[in-house]
C-alpha cells in the first residue's frame, strides 16, 4: 500500500495549450459547418449516398463536387482523432501532476457520461446528426480499455485498426473493378435513398414531430458511429499521438506529420473523386460499382482526416516560430479554445432559420448557396469566440462540462492502493 493523490489537478490552463490543436479544432467548425447544412436542404431531392440534391446549377455542381472529395466522411474521423488526443492528453496530465490513473480514468469516464447527456439534448433540441453523444460513448469504451494501457500497446491497437481499414478499403476498390466487369444486368441495385425518419428530422413542420426524428434515430447514429470501426480507429491514433505529444511538440515530429498530411490527404480525396464525379453527373457509373466506390470513399475518411489534422500540425509549427500571432490565427484559435460552445451554437443558429418547422430557408436554397451560408455561420462563432478570449472568457458549453466534469477536483488526496503496472 503506498500514498497517491487522489485528488485532480484543474482543467488545462491558457498558458498550457498548444497551437496547433486548436488551430485544427477551429478550422474543423467551418468544415463541420459545410458538412451539416447539406442535410438542412430538406425540399431537394438527394440520392442515396449523402445529403447532396441530385440536381442544382452549375456552381451548385462545382459545390457539391467540392464537399463530397475533401468535407464528406473527412470531418468527423478528424474530430475523433482530436478527440482521442484531448483525451489522453488530459489523463496524463492528471497523473503527472500528481493524480492516482483510476481516479484519472474515472474523471474521464464522467467527461464522457456528460458528453452523452449534451448529446441527447442537443438532439432532441436542434440537430439530427449529434456528434457529442458519439463520441462520449467511444470515449467511455476506449477509455475504459486503453487509458491505462501503455503506449505501445496503443500504438499496436490503432495499428491493428488501421490495417483493418486499409485492408477493406482495398477490398472496396477491388470490388468496384469486379462489379464494372460484370454484366450490366448482374446485381444490378439502387441507393434505397434517405431514410423518412431522417429526412422528417429536417422537413417535419412541426417542431414536435420533428424532435421526435431526431430523437429515434440520434441512438443509431450514437452507437453506430460510435462504435464503428471508422471512429475508434482515428481515436486510438489520436491517444497514440498524443503519448508522443506530436501536436504540441511538431518540431519534433516534422517529417512525421509531412508524410502522413501528404498521403492522408491524397488518399481521402482520391478515393472520393469517382463518387464525386458520377453524382455531378460529369461520369456515369453503375450502381454496383458505385456502391463499393462509396464503401471506399467512406473507409478512407479516417485518412483524410488524420491528413488534416497533420496538416495544421505543421501550419501551427510554422505559426510558432513567429513572435506575434496574427490575427487571422488568433481568431480560428479563439474558436477551436471554444469548440464545443461554437459548434452548438451552430445548431442554434442554423436549425431555426433553416428547418421547415422554423423559418424553413433550408427549402429554398442550393448547395452554393447553403455553402455561403455555413461560411456566414462559422464566421458567427469567430466573431463570438474572440468577444469571449478578449473578456479572458471561456464558452459557456465549456464552463459547464467542466464544471461538471472537475466538480472534485478540490478533494484532499487520500491514501489509495498504489496502481498495478498496465501493459
Known amino acids: 500500500m503506498s500514498t497517491t493523490a487522489a485528488a485532480y489537478r484543474g482543467p488545462v490552463r491558457a498558458d498550457e495549450r498548444a497551437l496547433a490543436p486548436d488551430l485544427a479544432r477551429g478550422f474543423m467548425l467551418l468544415l ?3 458538412a451539416n447544412t447539406p442535410w438542412y436542404l430538406w425540399a431537394a431531392e438527394k440520392s442515396g449516398y449523402g445529403a447532396h440534391p441530385v440536381d ?33 492528453r488530459t489523463f496524463d496530465r492528471q497523473v503527472e501532476a500528481g493524480a492516482d490513473t483510476r481516479a484519472a480514468a474515472r474523471l474521464l469516464r464522467r467527461r464522457h457520461l456528460w458528453l452523452i447527456v449534451f448529446g441527447f439534448v442537443h438532439a432532441a433540441l436542434l440537430f439530427m446528426g449529434d456528434i457529442l453523444g458519439a463520441y462520449g460513448v467511444a470515449g467511455l469504451v476506449l477509455g475504459g480499455l486503453f487509458l491505462r494501457r501503455t503506449e505501445r500497446t496503443i500504438r499496436v491497437w490503432a495499428g491493428v485498426l488501421g490495417g483493418v481499414l486499409v485492408l477493406l478499403s482495398a477490398l472496396a476498390l477491388v470490388g468496384a473493378a469486379l462489379a464494372a466487369m460484370a454484366p450490366a444486368d448482374a446485381g444490378a441495385a439502387t441507393a434505397a435513398g434517405i431514410p423518412d425518419v431522417i429526412r422528417g428530422s429536417f422537413a417535419n ?16 447514429i450514437v452507437f453506430g458511429q460510435g462504435l464503428a470501426l471508422i471512429v475508434p480507429a482515428a481515436i486510438l491514433l489520436g491517444m497514440a499521438a498524443a503519448r508522443r505529444r506530436v501536436l504540441e511538440r511538431p518540431g519534433g515530429h516534422v517529417r512525421l506529420l509531412a508524410w502522413t498530411a501528404v498521403v492522408g490527404v491524397a488518399v481521402g480525396w482520391g478515393t472520393a473523386v469517382p463518387s464525386a464525379l458520377d453524382h ?24 483524410g482526416g488524420v491528413g488534416y489534422v497533420a496538416l495544421f500540425g ?52 442550393g448547395s452554393a448557396s447553403m455553402a455561403a451560408f455555413a461560411v456566414g455561420v462559422w464566421l458567427v462563432t469567430v466573431a463570438l469566440a474572440v468577444a469571449l478570449r478578449r473578456a479572458g472568457r471561456r464558452g459557456p458549453a465549456e464552463v459547464l462540462l467542466r464544471r461538471l466534469t472537475y466538480r472534485r477536483a478540490a478533494a484532499a488526496p487520500v491514501a489509495v492502493p498504489a496502481p498495478e503496472a498496465t501493459r
Do not use: K
Request: proline content about 5%; glycine content about 14%; aromatic content about 8%.
Open 32 to 34: 463541420i459547418a459545410l
Open 314 to 365: 505543421l501550419i501551427g509549427h510554422l505559426l510558432s516560430r513567429r513572435s506575434r500571432t496574427g490575427p487571422l490565427t488568433y481568431a480560428v484559435t479563439a474558436v477551436g479554445q471554444r469548440s464545443m460552445t461554437c459548434y452548438l451554437t451552430q445548431s442554434v443558429i442554423c436549425a431555426p432559420v433553416l428547418a421547415a418547422w422554423g423559418l424553413g430557408l433550408g427549402g429554398v436554397l
Open 280 to 303: 455531378i453527373g460529369a461520369v456515369d457509373i453503375a450502381a454496383g460499382p458505385l456502391g463499393a466506390l462509396e464503401g471506399a470513399r467512406q473507409l478512407a475518411g479516417v485518412f
Open 205 to 220: 413542420p412541426s417542431p414536435v414531430g420533428a424532435a421526435l426524428n431526431r430523437i429515434s434515430v440520434w441512438p443509431v
Open 56 to 88: 442544382g446549377t452549375a456552381l451548385d455542381r462545382v459545390v457539391q463536387f467540392v464537399l463530397t472529395v475533401a468535407v464528406d466522411g473527412r470531418i468527423y474521423p478528424m474530430f475523433a482523432f482530436l478527440f482521442g488526443y484531448g483525451m489522453m
